[in-house]
């Protein structure tokens, strides 16, 4: 008799495990949940599991990052990614870094089975992506604000950061021992019962007061400061050159008193010492060869404002207004990137992507469209295009597109 597999479902909410433990066990599967990435990160490295099921974001460790390291770690373990906060942008992110599927939530009991089943069969297959660019793929969950406002409001998303969870902020007056008079939490102001009798009577905080005083006694040489505005030489340097009575006799206006003709000779010695040194040859780079992008969209406008974004970033940019036209031209030459529209006449949904593929499996491609879907994000990233971006979208995120692909590659 085959054994049941065993699956580890990760979310922060408890609820959401029970749940789908409870669809998943019908069909006989073995289910252990966590309700982090580092509680299921210790159980996976006790036990061995067929599939990975996790919610994307999570406090600590989101589901990226965890994916992530998943990947790198136990290269065998499928994965599967849930989230109720989906974006093609996410999606994409979670296929190349490994994962099988990414469904969104909610999702109905019959939908979860069919995607594991799927994983578990082998029917679904890991997108080709390298090393190189799993490293490179930023983990960190970078959704559109009103996208996330949808489901839960303004006030959450105000309070979103980098990691897009809440961040909520003490306002300083609450802590426990701050002065207003300084502007700071004090040990002495708290000891006392939060009162400060000397900074009452002066109206200025003790010990700022006594810190100012520090600093107007500390005199002397600091090789850190700068000499004058239009000086830019630190101290050490120009003591090299006229010596350090020189330098400790300057103004803050860079002017010394030291006698000229000291002066004259420190700076003799020291071109006689230069003279000395034998001069460097500087050779200068040959002219780099203009990385070459093919765009393939049979809107002419798209295709002229793509070509002029990025040559605009020193990019060669020819284009293909059909499929005719795109297969030819790569047949006669090899692209590293493509920019390829999702719709173009006489091509059925991703076939255009397949043979690029097919043709030149080395090339990059990067999916551009009008009708964006979690769908087609999913599908085009396994069958190996490395980003995906809605229109309208933006130059710098077109070209930043662009060079995150070359240095995929790189």
């Not at 999702?107 to 069969?121: G, I, K, Y």
């Not at 390298?130 to 930023?138: A, F, G, L």
């Amino acid at each position: 008799m085959a054994t049941a597999a065993k699956i580890m479902v990760v979310d922060d909410e408890k609820q959401i495990c029970q749940n789908v433990e409870k669809i998943l066990s019908k069909n006989d599967y073995e289910i252990i949940h966590a309700t982090s990435a580092k509680e299921a990160l210790e159980k996976m490295a006790k036990d061995s599991f067929e599939l990975l099921i996790s919610d994307i974001v999570m406090p600590g460790m989101n589901g990226l990052e965890f994916l992530k390291l998943v990947k790198k770690e136990w290269p065998l373990t499928k994965a599967v990614m849930m989230t109720a906060y989906a974006s093609t942008d996410t999606a994409v992110k979670a296929i190349r870094l490994g994962a099988l599927d990414y469904v969104s939530k909610p999702f109905t009991p019959d939908e979860l089975r069919s995607t594991v089943e799927l994983a578990l069969s082998g029917k679904l297959i890991e997108a080709p992506t390298t090393e190189k660019e799993r490293e490179i793929i930023d983990v960190d969950i970078p959704f559109d604000k009103e996208e996330v406002a949808k489901y839960t409001g303004d006030d959450f998303v105000d309070k979103l950061g980098p990691s897009d969870m809440p961040v909520v902020e003490a306002a300083p007056e609450t802590l426990a021992g701050y002065c207003t008079l300084g502007n700071m939490v004090c040990d002495i102001f708290k000891k006392l019962g939060n009162t400060c009798k000397g900074g009452n009577k002066t109206g200025e905080c003790p010990q700022l007061k006594a810190k100012k005083k520090k600093m107007a006694k500390a005199k002397g040489f600091d090789s850190e400061k700068l000499i004058g505005i239009d000086y830019p030489f630190n101290y050490e340097e120009v003591a090299t050159i006229t010596g350090p009575e020189y330098v400790l006799n300057m103004q803050h206006e860079g002017v010394s008193f030291i006698p000229y003709e000291e002066l004259k000779k420190n700076v003799a010695q020291m071109m006689a010492e230069t003279s000395e040194v034998s001069a460097d040859v500087i050779e200068f780079p040959k002219e780099a060869v203009r990385a070459e992008i093919l765009v393939i969209d049979d809107e002419v406008a798209v295709n002229n404002n793509v070509r002029k974004i990025l040559s605009k970033k020193d990019f060669h940019v020819d284009q293909a207004l059909s499929k005719a036209e795109a297969l030819e031209k790569i047949e006669q030459k090899s692209y590293p990137l493509v920019v390829l529209d999702l719709k173009i006449p006489e091509v059925n949904g991703l076939e255009l992507l397949k043979a690029i593929r097919d043709k030149s499996p080395e090339t990059m491609v990067i999916i551009i469209t009008g009708y964006a879907s979690i769908e087609t994000a999913v599908e085009a990233s396994r069958m190996g295009a490395v980003d995906y971006l809605p229109k309208p979208f933006t130059p710098d995120e077109m070209r930043d597109a662009a060079e995150k692909a070359f240095r995929f590659a790189a």
